[in-house]
């Protein structure tokens, strides 16, 4: 499911929210305590200068509400779909996102249950939404991540071969991507070649 849909298509959603923003800190804190735990998020984490920390929550959650409040979602997404690319690119692991989503269940779900207590259909639309937004956010990493993790094991696979010139231009007909093979059989280096037009490789009479 998009984000768009959240709001129309799941009727505890506002409830949700309500509890989400008055359990901020224990969602921050309960996150931290899981990203510390992983090895590789953990090591990222706490080489991140605290006020940089800081500040990035504060935009996160001033993006967040203000698609709610907008409707529109392309902004937030981009910013999940950065930070997959940031993380994939450092290898932390696909289930240490998993995780941190599953933190933040746990943290707003006793809230959940303490103001609807008495209204179990209500409780239970709450925590339906609930596990719509943070399945909607794993979506949305997770094909990026993996994305990123196939486009990184591609690049590297071109750059180990040495027999072969091999290379991509971009919609522009320039150069984009110049390897191993291509640097020894045509002589450019990749800061020579990388951005120039495909008649470079042709003499000035043929192009």
Known sequence: MSFSALATEHPGFADFWSAYQAEHERVRAAV????????????????????????RQIEGRARLARAL???????????????????????????????????????????????????????????????????????????RYMAVREDDRFQRLVEAVKEYAIFMLDSEGRVATWNAGARALKGWTTEEIVGQPLATFFPPEER
């Open 32 to 55: 931290m305590e899981v990203a510390l735990r992983d090895p590789v998020l953990g090591a990222v984490v706490a080489a991140t200068p605290r006020d940089v920390a800081e500040a």
């Open 69 to 143: 409040e907008t409707g529109d979602w392309a902004p937030y997404v981009e910013s999940l779909e950065a930070q997959a690319t940031t993380y994939a690119r450092r290898r932390v692991p696909l289930s240490a996102w998993m995780a941190i989503a599953r933190a933040v269940e746990r943290a707003v779900h006793p809230a959940l249950a303490r103001e609807h207590a008495a209204d179990a259909p209500r409780l239970v639309h709450a925590v339906d939404a609930m596990r719509a937004f943070v399945d909607a956010g794993i979506s949305v990493i997770a094909d």
